[in-house]
């Protein structure tokens, strides 16, 4: 525990065989749960998990039961009935799984055996879901592949239990070594990736946002919907708008970057760059309805929203422009000026809504 706060790690784990005892062996004492998802591997990381049952590493857990969903109906509480209800069944929403454990309760190391490989966003959504059942207090993050330093946990872990804060990450790349030790490709694809989860999520001061090493609040986890979580790598870019949705807090903290350390990289930054930079697309477009159309109306709404009409009518102005150009034609000048005339337009409004966008957001980031 830190603080009087339960701590758990969930640890998302395929074909780590040789990487994952020395994750459960480097944790740090105060972490109550190591919540180990297994998503169907093919090797013996399973089987290694276990064999740490009958060792001290799986001892000293204090007893945690899982949360009743029962609650006594009244007159003014038919809201808290209904949620109880879907919390009830939300397991069903999730991929199906095996807990390992006999006495979860009292075992401090969790084995949840996926019954198909789902990808690393649904392994830490299922680890989730059992943190939230259990109502512990801080849950973190953590690789199976020993990419992240235990010695940083209770840094990261630290404003959460501490100062009420919902949502925090690590951040290799404010780290003084970052541009000597992550790989340059890496480098590049991270960097990319930041600059769109900015737009999209609404977080404008994040950076570094593919790692992995976090840690929420419970009632952050309560705040959103687990099993909506995005199945694959793009999984920290989706929890970023999701969190931004539900107005939770958010801080980074520095932390090294950690590699060739036996690891086996199983993302192909090429591929996974274009798949994410989709995802961001339609995760912008989700946010700004929910949020500032449904859930509480706001000028950027209609900013963003005029500024991507005017682009679209100017699309036929700027193939004109451009063929003329091309083909040393005379551009007519109420063509010209019509398409000088929408790219200002659009291109003000955009500015306009990004900067309401960043006052509106500036509360969140801690």
Known sequence: MLNDKTIAVVIPAFNEAAQI???????????????????????????????????????GAGTIERCSFEIEKTRFNHADVVLRELLSKEIDLFPPSVVGNKNPDTERIILINHCGNHGVGAAIARGYKWCKDHS???????????????????????PVVCDGLDYVKGNRLIHRSAWLVVPKIRYFGNSILSILTKIASG??????????????????????????????????????VKLNIA???????????????????????????????????????????????????HPLFLLYNFAFLLTLCNIPYAYRVAYCMFSHEHVAITTFLSF???????????????????????????
């Not at 593919?210 to 099993?227: D, E, K, V």
Request: proline share 3%; net charge negative; hydrophobic share 45%.
């Open 21 to 59: 005892g020395a994750v459960i062996e480097t944790m740090p004492a105060f972490v109550d749960r190591i919540v180990i998802v297994n998503d169907a591997s093919t090797d013996r990381t399973a089987e290694i998990v276990m064999e740490y049952w009958g060792n001290g590493h799986n001892k």
């Open 136 to 158: 512990i207090d801080c849950t973190a993050v953590m690789a199976g592949d020993g990419q992240m330093d235990p010695d940083e946990l209770e840094g990261i872990c630290q």
């Open 203 to 240: 977080y404008w001061h994040v950076s570094d946002t593919q790692t992995g090493y976090t840690a929420i609040s419970l009632a952050a986890l309560n705040a959103i919907r687990l099993h909506h979580i995005y199945r694959s790598y793009g999984m920290p870019n989706d929890m970023l």
């Open 247 to 297: 107005m939770c807090t958010l801080k980074e903290v520095p932390i090294k970057p950690v590699y060739n350390v036996g690891e086996a990289t199983k993302m192909k930054v090429l591929r996974v760059i274009p798949r994410i930079s989709w995802l961001l697309t339609k995760l912008f477009f989700k946010r700004l309805w929910v949020k500032y159309l449904f859930r509480d109306f």
């Open 340 to 366: 000088l005339f929408l790219f200002i337009s659009s291109f003000q409004a955009l500015l306009f809504a990004m900067w309401m966008d960043m006052q509106d957001n500036e509360r969140l980031y801690k």
